[in-house]
């Protein structure tokens, strides 16, 4: 979300960005909102201003009756203009959530991902003298993947992973937490249960409120309790990454600017209804609805520059992992068509899948600024004392699925064995899985 004041200031290249990125978002009717809305903030102000001296009385006396008729009338007018206020704020932040950040200049200016730019791309593609299989059938084989049981006790897109591929799996999850400690970041274990501020705060709701028919989110629908015993008022939702619970861990809190960034590596179970994606890959665990992730996630300071250079980072970190890897990938960066509303700069990573002839996305790396920030208000002293809102932002270091498959389809021999990276031989006790 952003500043109002911003906003006025900015509406030719906050339309401009809306368009670019496929919003359909009328600022024209926001800032006819904010006047009406500040308009009937300040008659209230005096209004209440105008009820305080009417109710002054002389040390000892009783009000009059004049007093009390005034009072009373302009108790009246108050509740009507704040009933007034109320739909105006309704109205407002029903357009206010959809408003854009600008995206950065060197941004490509695309209408959808197929102007996606590649930036970057590292290790050779394989080349197979042999019929190479699908990680559907290599994973059948190798008796490391059951979708049929998965399916009968999950539902669609259910799977279960079993012997060495539960520890490949795993493996990559230690692999990428060990490497980003190493880098500095703090491992953490967040919740992924949350309350509804989480994902509304970190963008993760396309308006101000919880809409199963374009959400992709798991809303969990049982009853829970306060400490009280009481039942509790807060919705329970399912996060899809481990980004919502980590950008809210400090919300309604101010930070030292000496004690930024922030750098989390977050481990979490992820969730994903993917009614968006309905009919798309529909065979295999490419696009599933629950899955293992470790997330990259840094709080910084208010500078565009230093928030571009942590980006950077993050890319090159991720980057690194999927070298160890020796997976083939590409780094692409984000045009303004297939980027989400609060997103500065954006990049991806996507690593070869040979039965799908394409590439297949592994990671993504944000720039928000503070578009995440104001909706969760985490905000920072500067050393001047002056508060401001941290600059957010996030990049996968490894998912489970994925590269998961990648690895199968990849590293597959003629015998139908796949060779284990090297980097994950220790978790995963061998170099070599060979069929059953």
């Not at 941004?107 to 102007?115: C, F, H, R």
């Not at 500065?344 to 297949?360: C, H, L, N, Q, V």
Request: overall charge neutral; aromatic content about 10%; proline content about 4%.
């Amino acid at each position: 979300m952003l500043d109002i004041k911003y906003i006025r200031e900015n509406i030719d290249a906050i339309k401009t960005a809306a368009k670019q990125k496929n919003i359909n978002v009328d600022i024209d009717k926001l800032l006819e909102l904010d006047s009406t809305r500040v308009g009937l903030i300040q008659q209230i102000e005096e209004l209440n201003r105008e009820r305080n001296e009417n109710s002054k009385v002389v040390a000892g006396s009783k009000p009059t009756q004049d007093q009390i008729d005034k009072g009373r009338k302009l108790k009246d007018k108050i509740s009507k203009f704040e009933k007034d206020l109320k739909k105006v704020e309704k109205d407002y932040m029903q357009i206010m959530v959809l408003v854009p950040t600008i995206p950065s200049k060197d941004t490509p200016i695309g209408k959808d991902e197929s102007e996606n730019v590649e930036v970057e791309r590292v290790g050779e593609i394989p080349k197979f003298d042999f019929e190479a299989k699908d990680h559907i059938t290599l994973g059948e084989n190798l008796d490391i993947l059951d979708l049929e049981r998965g399916a009968k006790v999950a539902g669609y897109r259910g799977y279960y992973v079993k012997n060495e591929g539960v520890m490949l799996m795993l493996g990559l999850m230690m692999y990428g937490i060990n490497k980003l400690i190493q880098k500095g970041f703090t491992p953490v274990i967040p919740p992924t249960l949350v309350k509804e501020f989480a994902l509304f705060g970190s963008g993760y709701f396309k308006g101000v409120k919880y809409d199963d028919s374009v959400d992709e989110i798991y809303k969990v629908a049982s009853r829970d309790k306060e400490e009280t015993g009481e039942d509790t008022k807060d919705s329970k939702y399912l996060v899809g990454t481990a980004e919502p619970s980590l950008l809210a861990y400090y919300s309604n809190e101010t930070l030292k600017e000496e004690d930024l960034p922030k750098k989390f590596v977050g481990f979490s179970q992820c969730y994903r209804s993917e009614i968006g994606s309905y009919g798309k890959d529909t065979k295999g665990i490419y696009r599933v609805h629950e899955f293992m992730k470790v997330e990259q996630v840094v709080l910084c300071k208010a500078d565009i520059k230093e928030s571009n250079k942590i980006q950077q980072q993050m890319v090159e970190y991720t980057k690194e992992i999927y070298k160890d890897l020796q997976l083939p990938f590409r780094v692409i960066q984000i045009c303004t068509g297939d980027m989400a509303a609060g997103k500065y700069k954006m990049f991806d990573i996507e690593t070869w899948s040979p039965s799908r002839s394409g590439w297949a996305e592994v990671a993504s790396a944000s720039n928000f600024l503070d578009w995440q920030a104001r909706r969760l208000n985490v905000k920072y002293k500067t050393k001047e004392g002056k508060k401001e809102y941290v600059y957010m932002l996030n990049n996968t270091v490894v998912p489970t699925v994925r590269p998961f498959l990648t690895i199968l389809e990849n590293f597959q021999q003629k015998d139908g064995s796949v060779v284990v990276p090297k980097v994950l031989v220790p978790y995963v006790g061998k170099d070599v899985i060979k069929p059953k």
